[in-house]
């Protein structure tokens, strides 16, 4: 937290806290998921994910009718 504060130590980083009483809480977490990915890159990946199963289904498919015949 102290990195994604931009605080360089734990005093630092409790001095600062002070100003965001009583919300220090929701503060805390943003900071704890600062790191994490975005919503949108989150549904990026998802999207490029189902993508590529499409695909391999579709790959599949014509595999099948190749088959077939």
């Given amino acids: ?4 504060a ?3 130590n734990v ?3 409790d001095e600062r806290s002070q100003a965001w009483r ?3 809480a929701y503060a805390a977490m943003y ?6 990915l975005t919503h949108v ?3 990026r990946k998802r999207v490029a994910i189902a993508a590529k199963n ?3 289904q ?3 498919v014509g595999r099948r009718r190749e088959i077939a015949l």
């Fill in 1 to 4: 937290m102290q990195f994604a």
């Fill in 6 to 8: 931009g605080v360089g």
């Fill in 11 to 13: 005093r630092e980083l």
């Fill in 22 to 24: 009583p919300w220090r």
């Fill in 31 to 36: 900071l704890w998921n600062v790191g994490e």
């Fill in 41 to 43: 890159e989150r549904a």
């Fill in 54 to 56: 499409v695909d391999v």
């Fill in 58 to 60: 579709k790959r599949d």
